[in-house]
């Protein structure tokens, strides 16, 4: 049976989220991730990607934001394979640094370093590495059952390029907002007297900017009652999680404090619809922001993202220049079989408009 959407995401709130979950799980077979596709392979033709990770790194060069629900499920889960991911998740509540009761965050300087580095390092650079990787093995994650939004939605390539990245997107963040609304929401309900930080998003205390916890004061202003028992309260926030229904969730993300929810719902169902289109534009374009690179193969072509370069062959990079604005697909596709013999498949143009290597005229 194919796997739902629903399927492929934690077991503590999948069954909240709504019904265009129960969709077919999105598989994006060239994010190879046991074999990485980032990563060089030894002799092999690097093909047309100009930007590589490390192999010991891949795209794990992120500190993820793990809700509290998400923390207790983690610390809840006694199976074998959860032990490691469990050992560091409490070695991060006992350092106090990122430990709030409605959070698991990276430290606040890690957020800065990575918004600095992002373009330069990512993938690249140990510094960013997160703490829930284990580079053993092919690199593996520790605490994968249990992953937060950004995780769950990160893929380095799209079947459907640019199409399928702006679903991932906007997948991203919706689950972002349920993370959002949900630990407020299991946070006041285990406990009405805890807090969180008003730090503003990129700004650095003197603790975090010397590696420090907060200081005790602080600390306890946040936690309350709760100080030394920070585990506990995160298993009391996944049960909590775990009980709702998704009429809950529907009535939290109608709330005012959740402006969000609804537009990022529909945002959601309408990114996945057109993911199922087939459509093709009437009149298609070379992309005029096309970036390309002559390769031993044929041409490397760069559009949408760094991360999902293609080679075309020769040919087939020639087909791509000869669509012009002044004449329909059709017209174009009948010109080149009439003077080339060259029938262009529905799929191959499709594939081409959707990694925006065709675009429509007015979309350059
Ligand atoms: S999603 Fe990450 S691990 Fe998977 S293939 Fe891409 S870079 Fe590698
Ligand atoms: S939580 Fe897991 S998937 Fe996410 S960055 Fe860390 S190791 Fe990678």
């Not at 805890?194 to 900017?209: A, C, G, N």
Request: proline share 8%; charged share 25%; aromatic share 6%.
């Amino acid at each position: 049976m194919t796997d739902s959407l629903r399927d492929t995401l934690p077991a503590a709130h999948r069954h909240l989220l709504p019904e265009v979950y129960d969709r077919p799980a999105v598989v994006e077979t060239r994010a190879t991730c046991g074999d990485c596709a980032m990563c060089p392979k030894g002799d092999r033709t690097p093909g047309a990607a100009d930007v590589f990770f490390r192999p010991d790194l891949k795209c794990c060069t992120y500190h993820p934001t793990l809700p509290n629900f998400l923390v207790g499920a983690i610390l809840a889960d006694d199976s074998p394979e959860m032990s490691e991911g469990k050992r560091r998740v409490e070695e991060r509540i006992a350092r106090r640094i990122g430990v709030t009761p409605q959070w698991l965050a990276p430290p606040r300087k890690q957020r800065v370093l990575l918004e600095a580095a992002r373009g330069t390092s990512f993938g690249r650079s140990k510094a960013l590495l997160c703490p829930y990787f284990d580079g053993e093995g092919g690199g593996l994650c520790t605490v994968w059952r249990h992953r937060e939004s950004v995780c769950s939605t990160f893929f380095c390539k799209h079947d459907a390029g640019a199409v399928g990245d702006a679903f991932w997107m906007a997948n991203k963040q919706f689950l972002g907002t349920v993370e959002l609304a949900l630990s407020r929401h299991a946070a006041q309900a285990v406990s009405p007297d805890v807090t969180e930080p008003r730090i503003p998003r990129l700004k650095l205390t003197i603790e975090d900017l010397e590696d420090r916890p907060p200081n005790e004061d602080d600390y306890a202003g946040y936690w309350g009652e709760w100080v030394g028992r920070e585990a506990d309260f995160y298993r009391a926030c996944h049960a909590h999680v775990q009980a709702m229904t998704a009429a809950d969730l529907t009535r939290l993300l109608d709330e005012p404090d959740e402006p969000h929810g609804p537009e990022r719902l529909a945002e959601l169902v309408r990114r996945h619809d057109t993911l199922a289109s087939s459509a093709i534009a009437a009149r298609l374009v070379p992309n005029p922001k096309m970036r390309t690179t002559t390769l031993p193969g044929g041409v490397g072509v760069t559009t949408y993202s760094l991360f999902d370069a293609m080679c075309l062959t020769p040919d087939l990079f020639e087909v791509v220049r000869q669509f012009r604005a002044d004449e329909t697909v059709a017209e174009t596709r009948a010109r080149l079989a009439r003077e080339h013999d060259v029938e262009i498949p529905d799929a191959l143009l499709l594939s081409l408009q959707q990694h925006e290597i065709l675009v429509p005229p007015d979309a350059g």
